[in-house]
Structures are given as C-alpha cells and as structure tokens.
C-alpha cells in the first residue's frame, strides 16, 4: 500500500496576494486555480519540483477561520521547506524581500533558517545533512 498526503490547508486573507506571495517570493508554481462559486477557488501551490505535497490556500471563512490565519499552529514552526541548496535559496528570497526571524545555522540534522510567509506563518527552510 501506498499513501501520502497530497494537500496541506493554509488559511489566507485574500486568495491573490497569497498567490503572489508564494510564486514571487518563494518561486512556487501555481499547480491549480479553479473558481468554484462567486467567493471560494481551488488554489494550490507548489514549490517547483514537488511531485506530492501541495498548500491549498483557502481564503478564511468566519470569524474563527481569520482569527488563525497566521497562528494556525500557536506560533511554532508550521512548515517544513527541504532544500538541496540553502544558501541559494536563502539570498533568492531575502532579494525576493522575505523576512527570516532566525538566520542560517548548522544543526546535527542539517543546515537550517526560520522565515514568515505574508501572514506570519513560521517556516523552516531546511537542507539536510545527507
């Protein structure tokens, strides 16, 4: 048998500025933005490359939807970002005008940043050591 997680929801304010976010700044691909009534899309994105694992942005809905965006994970590390080269994926998004909360480092894991997507979201980008 063979299972993996094909979509992760990602709240966001506004389906295009999230869009713009993760294709201009982090260099995703738009795998799919299909409208599905007047206010709600289907919008997955993707960073360039990944064959299984994709955001589905989903535009906040209520009161308790928006109180999350950005804290959907109380402030820990929500994403994961493996990398085969950080250094350049670092000095492309910092040009790119990401803001990092923590700078590059050397753990017995690998080498590892901390960064904020639009809304604040923490995520790690992360080139492991093997």
């Known amino acids: 048998m063979k299972q993996f997680i094909a979509n992760i929801t990602l709240l966001v304010k506004d389906y295009d500025e999230a869009i ?18 007047e206010t709600k899309r289907w919008v997955l994105v993707a960073p360039k490359g990944s064959k299984e694992t994709r955001l589905l942005l989903a535009k906040a809905d209520g009161e308790d939807q928006q109180a999350a965006i950005g804290r959907q994970t109380g402030g820990r590390v929500a994403f994961f970002l493996f990398t085969d080269d950080l250094q350049r994926d670092y000095l492309q998004m910092q040009n790119n ?3 990092f909360i923590r700078l590059p480092e050397t753990q017995p894991y690998g080498t590892v940043a901390v960064f904020e997507d639009l809304y604040g979201n923490q995520w790690d980008l992360l080139q492991p050591a093997n």
């Open 20 to 37: 713009a976010f993760y294709t201009r700044k982090l260099s995703f691909d738009l795998v799919e933005d299909t409208r599905l009534t």
């Open 97 to 99: 005008g990401v803001r």
